[in-house]
């Protein structure tokens, strides 16, 4: 079993940053890859970012692609989100989530096993 603590969200303006952190336990975690997903009021839960399970690729949506850096520490169990040049669109609920299925660089809700609480990202305008 997996558990998952996502955290750092907050209220920023447009143009500003934020870093989103994601705790997991289990001694299975640094096997599989994880990811970013976001999810607005009366919208599906949406990809953000994808990482290998050792480092050694990342994925991006479009929209977030050239801003947004996924990166993960295995001796720590952390995976992390640095969030560069935020814009109002970005407002969300950021949920971490890995998975226990041998994906390289999974990028569907159905390919995650487990997931954050979730975390608000707020940028005003």
């Known amino acids: 079993q997996v558990r998952v603590v996502d955290s750092g969200g907050g209220l920023v303006q447009a143009g500003g940053s934020l870093r989103l952190s994601c705790a997991a336990s289990?001694?299975?975690?640094?096997?599989?890859?994880a990811g970013w997903f976001r999810q607005t009021p009366g919208k599906e839960r949406q990809f953000v970012a994808v990482i290998s399970w050792n480092g050694g690729a990342t994925y991006y949506s479009d929209s977030v692609k050239g801003r947004f850096t996924i990166s993960r520490d295995n001796a720590k169990n952390t995976i992390s989100l640095q969030m560069n040049s935020l814009k109002p669109e970005d407002t969300a609920v950021y949920y971490c989530a890995t998975t226990s299925r041998n994906i390289y660089t999974p990028t569907r809700v159905s390919d995650f096993d487990y997931w954050g609480q979730g975390t608000q990202v707020t940028v005003s305008s």
């Open positions: 289990g001694r299975t975690f640094s096997r599989y890859a």
